[in-house]
């Protein structure tokens, strides 16, 4: 059996980004908080607003990291009879038979697996570029059989 992940990330470095959000979140909750207890200063470029921009920017880096995490479950996984997928927008893991396959094609990064019932969809972008060639054996061996 051989998988390939779809996605290379760092965990380490998205937990930082999480991280690092939750800090700018609760921080920017805090002085904004305090500052609205003392006197919320509306003047635009001196005035209380950056926490609420730091507020804004924490949710947008801890939401950027946790979807990075996410798409690190993505994969393809193939044996001599099936081939097992998971994608992003998948709520649980896919396998197709070899035997149900009609058609493979790879192009432009794109791939596409014909089976009887439907037409799936590889968005490969992503991938690094010794892992799409394997994709791409496999795919011209699976269509040559």
């Not at 995490?69 to 927008?89: A, G, V």
Request: aromatic content about 16%.
């Amino acid at each position: 059996m051989e998988l390939i992940k779809l996605y290379t990330i760092k965990r380490n470095n998205q937990k930082f980004v999480m991280f690092a959000g939750l800090f700018f979140f609760l921080s920017g909750f805090f002085f904004l908080s305090y500052s609205v207890i003392i006197g919320f200063d509306t003047n635009l470029l001196r005035g209380d607003w950056i926490f609420i921009i730091s507020i804004l920017q924490g949710v947008l880096f801890f939401v950027s990291g946790y979807s990075q995490l996410r798409h690190e479950r993505c994969f393809i996984e193939w044996d001599s009879t099936k081939l097992r997928y998971f994608f992003p927008k998948d709520k649980e893991i896919q396998a197709i038979n070899w035997s149900d396959i009609i058609d493979l094609k790879i192009s432009n990064n794109i791939g596409t697996i014909k089976t009887k019932e439907k037409e799936i969809i590889i968005n490969l972008k992503n991938i690094e570029f010794n892992k799409l060639k394997r994709i791409e054996e496999i795919f011209s061996e699976i269509k040559s059989e």
